[in-house]
């Protein structure tokens, strides 16, 4: 199987020009076009930002998104206002799509808190570190809200559907698989979002599976469908396609979005050691942002103000979560305690006033007060 | 002006240093945030480190080649603010805007979470505590864990209502850093405290534990309080008649010093350093036993003593001069693998005073003659045990022969700041199949082991085999020592 098989949805080739598709279409306009255009270079600054950041020592780890923003974006502007996600560590653009501020992301990798945003009323759950873990809990969620009576009901401000995201390796993991096989027996109202990004950490996909991921679906019972996941167009048509078919009712769709990892796995891991440059080379003529841009010049003629003016507005992005990140205070220890159920225990509460006692024993400054002093102005360290 | 200094980073999770490959700027230059400063490489990963400032270059503080502990200062970058407090300590972060960026200099810039920490690690100290420490009480909490007279686990639907306890702190001042003070607490009545070796050390002595009172932190009963234990209470002084009753041999003990004590350090020191591999091959040497007659028989040779070792080390600087990764060392300081300019021979010497290793200099430079010499008198003197140090210094490759103790093959270990020792067995005189097709047959030959270990960290088994071959063709064929010489 290759980037050229039939069964690819594409819509958007390479070169920026639009192509048709028997069985998708996208619908939406230039402008809305312009706004995934927009998206994706943010998401790139963010996640090129972030990626400095760390290697300047302020983030512990940054897991970069670089070449699958469209896959991000495509899937993250295809979700309703009820829409539920669960993401991999890796949907930043999808993050971004759902509102979730990006300083809250990176206080996750700098270590300042376990995930600091409002799972409930972003709607995008925790990242999840364990490889496919969610693709469970995704399942989970999707039979309860069907229970809650939320799923196929006709009203398109109630019906909701859940996305859950993860990588080509998870599809080998115990987890996925469960998930697929209770997302098709209770027909849940999912859509399992694959990335294909060739590479799980340095295992490539021919060495996972032996036929294309999205033909996996058959077996399980629900449909498979594979989209240039560099193609923001198709992306966005296949998945609203899932979600719509989810939130009326009936049932669960796998999409491989094939797309590509041009960074590394995470800041921790050095890509030259098990592929080849070429590779890289070979992708970064099906760039995602590229292709976007060469189209809104070519066909649909907007002007070069409108890419300079998001690159302007990529650069204060990238200041702000510069400036943001350096300024994240760390947690005071004794917070921890407030952050393990959503009504405090007795015996925490007990826990938390004898911790609290004990940081107070100290005579010197202890870590929290030495680290809340970052708030405080004008003290020299 | 305010000078910043970057420091290094861990660029992977929880790695502390960092070698320096490539310095991309220069003293002068002009950085803007996120332009590339270096490449650094981890044991992880080859990564570019990108600059957190904007400014100019003032100076790099380390160099190309220098592995650097994570925390340290890299390089200084002048951001151009006229004003701003004193030269910061360089972990102050910019682009916090306004005074901000000062405060930040209690972190160091590598620190979230990983790495190495540059500030104080000392335990902070304690305010004096209220209450009396109460040290019985804790340590029967201690014993209570190890009680089995409770269950441990329970029926997943029973419930038992939370208690309130008292959380108070409780105890003095925690100890200060050094070395922990000996302090005894005596055992509880519950349980003993005891590690397990020393449990079974009391039950082969037949000591009761229980009767034993722990010196150990904590009341721990160590093995001293067992043994103490075990002596009888009134020690009755040994008298003479009492060895007299008890003719038994005793051990001998010899201190360990001299030769005997440098044997040990090097050969520890090279067996634990030094990863061994060791090849051998049995090859038959009735050519070169015939040369070594033609060589006696000639009046240059006349006066020298000429042995098959002599033929065998002239084969093996052949060799080495083939393979001089035999003839090197590796320089752990340096991170450098030296190969030697000449070969200093060593020759293993079994001597009164124990094991000697004297080596002839530049061994590969002398003839044929001036070797067996160079022999005659170097085992001499050892066996003297008249060798000066020098000739025990600066060897580069050994040989040594147990074939004089009618052994056919060992395995030896190189002598330290080497990287190979060639050992040869003794030549007897067995079947060997000789001739091919159907000229093939057997004949009784000269034949001998020869094995060479060396060290894997700069040999590798292709160069240890071929130098091995290279040794063992020589001696089979003496006419190959003008191919392959």
């Known amino acids: 199987m290759s980037y050229g098989d039939p069964e690819l949805v594409q819509l958007l080739s390479p070169e920026g020009v639009r192509v048709d598709h028997p069985d998708y279409a996208f619908t939406g306009d230039d402008e809305q076009i312009q706004g995934f255009y927009r998206d994706m270079v943010l998401t790139r600054r963010l996640d090129t930002e972030a990626t400095a950041l760390q290697r300047q020592g302020q983030l512990g780890l940054w897991a970069s998104c670089l070449g699958q923003e469209a896959a991000q974006i495509g899937s993250g502007r295809a979700l309703n206002g009820q829409d539920v996600v669960f993401p991999t560590y890796r949907e930043h653009g999808v993050a971004w799509c759902l509102g979730v501020d990006p300083l809250q992301l990176l206080g996750l990798f700098r270590g300042v808190d376990l995930g600091g945003w409002d799972p409930l009323s972003t709607r995008f759950h925790l990242y999840t570190i364990v490889i496919g873990a969610q693709a469970l809990h995704a399942t989970g969620y999707a039979m309860g809200i069907e229970r809650d009576g939320l799923v196929g009901t006709g009203d398109a401000k109630r019906d909701a559907a859940v996305i859950g995201y993860f990588g080509d390796g998870a599809t080998s993991q115990g987890d996925v698989n469960e998930a697929f096989i209770f997302a098709s027996s209770y027909n849940a109202p999912i859509v399992f979002f694959c990335q294909n990004n060739q590479w799980a950490i340095s295992e490539p996909i021919e060495r996972q599976s032996r036929i294309p991921l999205y033909r996996r679906a058959d077996g399980f019972g629900f449909p498979g469908v594979r989209v240039d996941g560099n193609d923001v167009l198709a992306v966005h048509a296949v998945t609203s396609q899932a979600l719509e078919r989810a939130r009326s009712g009936n049932g669960p769709t796998f999409i491989e979005a094939y797309t590509y990892r041009m960074g590394a796995h995470t800041t921790s891991d050095d890509p030259t050691k098990y592929r080849l440059a070429d590779e890289l080379e070979h992708w970064r003529l099906k760039d995602p942002i590229a292709r976007v841009r060469a189209h809104l010049t070519r066909s649909g003629g907007i002007e070069d103000d409108f890419f300079a003016s998001v690159e302007t507005e990529a650069d204060d992005l990238a200041a702000t979560i510069r400036s943001g990140c350096l300024a994240l205070v760390d947690p005071s220890m004794v917070e921890m305690f407030d952050q393990v159920y959503v009504d405090q225990t007795p015996h925490l509460s007990e826990q938390q006033r004898w911790y609290a006692d004990y940081s107070a024993s100290f005579e010197s400054d202890s870590d929290e007060t030495a680290r809340s002093a970052v708030e405080t102005p004008g003290r020299q360290g | 002006m305010t000078i910043r200094e970057f420091r290094l980073p861990d660029p992977g999770e929880g790695l502390v240093e960092a070698d320096i490959v490539t310095w991309r700027v220069a003293v002068g230059d002009q950085v803007q945030v996120n332009d590339i400063l270096l490449e650094v490489e981890t044991s992880k990963s080859l990564v570019e480190l990108p600059s957190p400032f904007a400014g100019t270059i003032t100076s790099l503080l380390v160099a190309e080649g220098d592995t650097v502990d994570v925390g340290v200062p890299i390089v200084a970058i002048d951001d151009g603010t006229e004003s701003g407090p004193a030269p910061t300590s360089g972990a102050g972060v910019a682009g916090t805007g306004g005074d901000d960026t000062g405060d930040a200099g209690e972190r160091v810039a590598n620190l979230v979470g990983y790495g190495a920490k540059q500030t104080d690690t000392r ?87 229980a009767t034993v009172t722990g010196t150990g932190a904590g009341g721990v009963i160590t093995r001293d309080d067992v043994e103490q234990a075990a002596r009888p209470a009134e020690p009755s002084p040994p008298g003479p008649a009492m060895s007299a009753v008890t003719p038994i041999a005793e051990d001998q003990r010899i201190p360990i010093k001299g030769v005997r004590k440098a044997t040990a350090a090097a050969v520890v020191q090279s067996a634990f350093t030094a990863p061994h591999v060791t090849v051998w091959v049995e090859t038959d040497v009735t050519a070169a036993v015939d040369l070594l007659e033609v060589i006696k028989a000639r009046r240059d040779f006349a006066g020298v003593k000429v042995s098959p070792l002599l033929l065998v080390a002239k084969a093996a600087l052949i060799a080495l001069k083939r393979h001089p990764e035999l003839n090197s060392s590796w320089d752990e300081a340096k991170q450098e693998i030296v190969l030697k300019a000449g070969v200093n021979l060593g020759i293993a010497a079994a001597t009164p005073r124990g094991l000697m290793v004297p080596n002839i200099k530049n061994a590969d430079q002398l003839s044929l003659r001036e070797l067996a010499e160079a022999f005659s008198s170097l085992v001499g003197t050892a066996k003297d045990g008249a060798t000066p140090p020098a000739d025990l210094a600066r060897g580069s490759f050994t040989i040594t022969n147990i074939g004089v103790f009618g052994i056919d093959g060992g395995q030896p270990i190189i002598n330290p700041g080497e990287s190979g020792i060639l050992c040869v067995g003794q030549i007897a005189r067995k079947p060997w199949v000789v001739g091919s097709g159907a000229d093939e047959r057997i004949e009784a030959r000269s034949v001998t082991t020869l094995a060479v270990s060396f060290d894997h960290r700069l040999v590798d088994g292709e160069q240890g085999s071929t130098f091995l071959a290279d040794v063992a063709s020589v001696l089979t064929d003496p006419g190959l020592a003008m191919v392959l010489a």
Request: proline share 17%; aromatic share 2%; no cysteine.
């Open chain 2, 123 to 209: 335990r902070r100290p304690r305010k004096a505590a209220a209450s009396e420490p109460e040290p019985v009480e804790t340590h029967e909490q201690v014993n209570e864990t190890f009680a089995t007279t409770t269950p441990v686990s329970r029926r997943a639907d029973h419930r038992e209502p939370l208690r309130p306890s008292t959380a108070e702190p409780q105890g003095g001042p925690l100890p200060g850093p050094g070395p922990a003070g000996r302090e005894t607490v005596p055992p509880s009545a519950g349980a003993v405290l005891a590690k397990p070796p020393v449990r079974k050390y009391a039950r082969d002595l037949g000591v009761d534990l």
